[in-house]
């Protein structure tokens, strides 16, 4: 697992793997909470730098604690047109945070869950990643400054999905290549590909994507474009 600088805590994580989280929580040099993430990172004895949000699911006792230990909440109404989780991407891109690592994200709704892909490809010049237990997530955008990746081991299951438009897309090493394909958004011309060599690569030569695979992957960075 690699050591994320700044580290996003959602409130949905998609299992309930204390050591995970305390092992990702630990490593990172800040902590964003989004909102009831925060009681993640209380239960796992790590107390966020901030905390962006309307703050309407996070209970009594948590909010005391966070204000007992004089940590900076960003606070909105809750009636608004952005999610907790665009407020927090737009916070960490105000403080100069990038290569985000955002966690307890995936579970929960489903509406939910497709809409914090989509927030995580607007900003891609953020270049995040999501990693969960069983799954790691890495979202590509060349003019976002990260177009390959490189995915080892034969066998690895990997998916590649576009997000917001068609993207052009090639992959190698795979059971399935694409070279400079049109790969329409949420498609599934990119679903469960296999790794058939002793590595497959994917590049983005326009559009923005997500490349999901499962979680335990020694997989290197994503190349600079």
């Given at each position: 697992?690699?050591?994320?600088?700044t580290?996003l805590?959602c409130?949905?994580?998609?299992?309930?793997?204390p050591?995970?989280?305390?092992r990702?929580?630990s490593a990172?040099?800040?902590?964003?909470?989004?909102?009831?993430?925060s009681?993640?990172?209380?239960l796992a004895?790590?107390?966020?730098?901030?905390v962006?949000?309307?703050?309407?699911?996070?209970d009594?006792?948590?909010?005391?604690r966070l204000?007992?230990e004089?940590?900076?909440?960003?606070?909105?109404?809750?009636?608004?047109?952005?999610s907790d989780?665009?407020?927090a991407l737009?916070?960490?891109e105000?403080?100069?945070d990038?290569?985000?690592?955002v966690t307890?994200?995936?579970?929960?709704?489903i509406d939910?869950?497709?809409?914090?892909?989509?927030s995580?490809?607007r900003?891609a010049?953020?270049?995040?990643r999501?990693?969960?237990p069983?799954?790691l997530?890495?979202?590509?955008?060349?003019?976002?400054g990260?177009?390959h990746?490189?995915?080892?081991d034969?066998?690895?299951l990997?998916?590649v999905i576009?997000l917001?438009?068609?993207?052009?897309?090639s992959?190698?090493?795979?059971?399935?290549?694409?070279?400079?394909?049109?790969?329409?958004?949420l498609?599934?011309?990119?679903?469960s590909?296999?790794?058939?060599?002793?590595?497959?690569?994917?590049?983005?030569?326009?559009?923005t994507v997500?490349v999901l695979?499962?979680h335990g992957?020694?997989?290197p960075p994503?190349?600079?474009?």
């Amino acid at each position: 697992m690699n050591t994320p600088a700044t580290l996003l805590v959602c409130a949905a994580p998609l299992t309930w793997e204390p050591e995970f989280y305390a092992r990702l929580l630990s490593a990172a040099d800040r902590v964003v909470a989004v909102d009831g993430g925060s009681r993640l990172c209380l239960l796992a004895d790590r107390i966020p730098d901030v905390v962006v949000g309307d703050m309407d699911s996070i209970d009594p006792l948590t909010l005391a604690r966070l204000l007992a230990e004089d940590v900076l909440i960003e606070r909105f109404p809750a009636h608004k047109d952005f999610s907790d989780l665009d407020l927090a991407l737009a916070s960490c891109e105000r403080h100069g945070d990038a290569d985000l690592t955002v966690t307890a994200c995936l579970g929960g709704r489903i509406d939910h869950t497709i809409a914090t892909m989509g927030s995580l490809g607007r900003y891609a010049r953020l270049r995040p990643r999501i990693e969960e237990p069983d799954t790691l997530c890495w979202f590509l955008d060349a003019e976002a400054g990260r177009s390959h990746i490189n995915i080892p081991d034969t066998g690895t299951l990997f998916s590649v999905i576009a997000l917001g438009g068609t993207a052009n897309v090639s992959v190698s090493g795979g059971e399935y290549q694409l070279t400079k394909g049109s790969l329409d958004p949420l498609s599934s011309l990119g679903l469960s590909n296999v790794v058939a060599d002793e590595a497959a690569r994917v590049t983005v030569h326009d559009g923005t994507v997500a490349v999901l695979l499962p979680h335990g992957i020694s997989c290197p960075p994503p190349d600079r474009a």
